[in-house]
């Protein structure tokens, strides 16, 4: 993500935010990372979805869905739905096994 220049924006699509910017890392002369909710961002955007469903409505704002899938088609079709991000959070934490319990 550090790899463009700094007047580029950035979109993330992801089930949560990831490469968030480190300030501890910006003292060591590595500028990188999300901005997300920094007051300085001017750039980063962050749409949490599940990836296929985030992209699907993409193309769908931008007109392109047609497209989007004629291509997809071309590669063997959309793969099945997972679970969407309420499924997620709403899952039961799992237990963690130790020697007593095991």
């Not at 985030?54 to 099945?80: I, N, Q, R």
Request: net charge neutral; with cysteine.
């Amino acid at each position: 993500i550090d790899k463009v220049p700094s007047s580029c924006p950035r979109l993330l699509l992801n089930r949560e935010p990831v490469a968030k910017y480190n300030p501890v890392m910006a003292l060591m002369g590595r500028d990188t990372g999300f901005r997300f909710l920094d007051a300085s961002n001017y750039r980063d955007v962050c749409h949490l979805a599940n990836c296929d469903d985030a992209v699907k409505e993409l193309a769908s704002l931008l007109a392109w869905s047609t497209h989007l899938d004629a291509y997809v088609d071309k590669c063997g079709g959309w793969p099945l739905p997972g679970p969407v991000i309420e499924q997620i959070s709403a899952q039961p934490e799992k237990k963690q096994i130790s020697r007593e319990t095991a």
